[in-house]
């Protein structure tokens, strides 16, 4: 989440916003030099409040005092795409160097800041003359194991990078830096050809007897004439795929949908140069930080907040939580563990429909397993199960463009609007939305498809709120995820599922109605390795998450 062709820190402050919020602040006592510039971190400063709908604190850190650095750290300069250059002036991560600074200093205390240095340079070990690098960090403990990511990271844009934490937890705390994508492969990710990305359609006709079967290109721009359009307009659906060539097949023949992913690997293998496929070899590497650790003294604080219920969308990707002992906090809220018992006992007769991807399916098969009910299906595709305490839990996959590479009939193409238009009025009925793992490619990182598809969605649930005013919406943000190497990293890179969120949060943070599980934000320090569906104990920790929004009960 760290690299981007604009001013690239997780905690955005406009000028007006900084206008508008008049509150005193002290100098927090830290000062740093990065380059020849010095910097003092100042705080607390009043953060903006909260929707009305949804309650949220009005300071984003109930934990600690809030705060903002002093206006010299902001960048003043856009972070420039990177150039073309030989392979051995790209990014490398076994000669960047990471640097604590102040690391002098032996007392800290929980609440207290400190500041992590990267110098980036290449692989001859020179610094590197531009920014643009996608860089992970966070603070960690390894057992038990608590996690934090940075309140603020600048790209100063001359390979200089810097990011700035708030300590949470007591104890030996490490530093850990991956460099997720050089900046020189973000280049190539922008400018890559996303019409490789091969769909696939099969038309099947029995006559006399006979079975004909045909498989065609598809995909969301038409093809030359003769083609078969498929579009779903009012859904935002654009869908297309060549007209078979036997005469016995037709449009109407249209049976089920898949990606070639075979054909996919080649195609984007092919479209990169050498230089280009060993610039994504470096993916997620770690930087040297192995003696970078500090101590931090135990501090009386206090650690009971508000139970989490429904927040609204953030427009700004930004670090809103931690991991400690294991357990998701936000900053503003508690989450609540669930057991089996207590699951059943939170969905007592509430109805939960989860509309969107497989990582939406991993909710919905999560709670069935724990609600001990039997799985029902549907010729459209549907999941559902009710249980003996009168819990019903639905799930529905949202439809084109499908990235897997089963054959999947038409019945089960339907949307979600369409779904949540048939939705009957139900008093406190919750819709779960997860719709971003198939959408990083089609229409282009600067199309315009994936953002009309949300629309799609969002205008289903506004007429939904019309008849039935009392359901209750919840975004599932996007997550890391693992990386494949080769060519299909051009599909499945986290830079791209980053690109998903920020379209995300930009169309449903508009209205405070729509409530918010930031899965980018658990998932960026989490403890396993990245996964499309999070791992555990990632996973329990996103469940809890979401029942203490739902059900707002005590563990």
Same mark, same amino acid.
């Given at each position: ?58 300071? !984003? ?29 790209? +990014? ?10 102040? !690391? ?16 980036? /340079? ?18 960690? +403990? ?12 600048? @790209?100063?844009?001359?390979? +200089? ?5 708030? &300590?949470?937890? $007591? ?7 991956? &460099? ?12 890559? @050809? ?36 498929? =579009? ?12 078979? %060539?036997?005469?016995? &097949? ?6 089920? $949908?898949?990606? %070639? ?38 501090? %009386? ?14 427009? #700004? ?41 497989? #990582?939406? /399916? ?19 595709? $549907? ?7 009168? $819990? ?32 009957? !009025? ?7 939305? =997860? ?35 009392? #359901? ?45 599980? @930031?899965?980018?934000?658990?998932? &960026? ?12 104990? #990632? ?17």
């Amino acid at each position: 989440m760290y690299a981007d062709n604009k001013v690239v820190f997780l905690f955005m402050i406009s000028l007006s916003a900084l206008m508008l919020v008049l509150f005193s602040y002290k100098v927090i006592k830290i000062d740093v030099t990065v380059g020849n510039i010095s910097h003092r971190l100042q705080g607390p400063l009043e953060v903006m409040g909260a929707p009305s709908r949804y309650q949220e604190s009005k300071t !984003e850190n109930l934990r600690c005092p809030p705060w903002i650095p002093d206006r010299s750290f902001f960048p003043t300069k856009p972070v420039r795409d990177a150039p073309v250059v030989p392979i051995a002036r790209i +990014t490398d991560h076994t000669k960047s160097v990471v640097t604590l600074l102040n !690391e002098t200093r032996t007392n800290y205390s929980i609440c207290d800041h400190i500041a992590v240095e990267i110098e980036a /340079r290449d692989s001859l070990g020179m610094p590197k003359a531009y920014g643009g690098d996608y860089f992970r960090l966070k603070l960690y +403990t390894p057992s038990p194991y608590s996690a934090v990511g940075p309140d603020f990271f600048f @790209d100063y844009d001359n390979g +200089t990078y810097l990011a700035l934490f708030t &300590l949470l937890w $007591s104890g030996t705390i490490r530093v850990e830096v991956k &460099l997720v994508h050089p900046s020189e492969a973000i280049s190539v990710l922008r400018l890559s @050809d996303w019409s490789k990305f091969n769909f696939r359609g099969g038309f099947i006709n029995v006559v006399d007897g006979k079975k004909y079967e045909e498989k065609v290109d598809c995909g969301i721009t038409p093809f030359r004439p003769p083609m078969c359009n498929f =579009s779903a307009n009012h859904t935002h659906g654009p869908w297309f795929c060549r007209r078979p %060539n036997n005469p016995k &097949l037709g449009c109407n023949n249209w049976s089920y $949908s898949f990606l %070639n992913t075979t054909e996919a690997w080649i195609a984007l293998e092919e479209s990169l140069t050498v230089d280009e496929r060993d610039t994504f070899e470096r993916s997620k590497d770690k930087l040297d930080t192995n003696n970078l650790s500090i101590t931090v003294s135990p501090t %009386n604080l206090i650690t009971t907040h508000p139970v989490c219920a429904y927040s609204p969308v953030q427009p #700004t990707i930004r670090t809103r939580g931690f991991y400690l002992a294991g357990r998701w906090q936000p900053f503003t809220c508690d989450v609540n563990s669930f057991s089996k018992v207590h699951i059943r006992q939170c969905l007592s007769g509430k109805t939960v429909h989860f509309f969107g991807d497989s #990582t939406d /399916r991993q909710l919905y098969l999560y709670l069935e397993k724990k609600l001990d009910c039997k799985r029902g299906t549907d010729i459209h595709g $549907s999941y559902f199960c009710r249980s003996d305490s009168d $819990s019903m839990i639905h799930f529905k996959f949202h439809g084109l463009p499908v990235r897997g590479v089963r054959h999947i009939p038409v019945p089960e193409l339907g949307y979600i609007a369409d779904e949540i238009d048939n939705l009957p !009025e139900e008093a406190g009925q919750i819709i779960v939305i =997860s719709i971003w793992g198939h959408f990083g490619v089609a229409g282009g990182i600067n199309g315009t498809f994936y953002r009309d598809r949300l629309f799609a969605v969002k205008s289903a649930i506004e007429r939904l709120w019309k008849r039935s005013p009392d #359901t209750h919406v919840i975004i599932r943000g996007a997550n890391t995820r693992e990386h494949t190497i080769g060519g299909l990293i051009l599909i499945s890179s986290d830079w791209i599922a980053l690109q998903t969120e920020k379209t995300l949060r930009d169309v449903f943070s508009s209205d405070e109605r729509f409530a918010f599980l @930031d899965t980018w934000d658990m998932t &960026l320090v989490q403890e396993p390795e990245d996964d499309m569906h999070p791992l555990e104990p #990632t996973l329990t920790q996103i469940v809890n998450y979401l029942l203490t929004m739902i059900c707002n009960a005590s563990g």
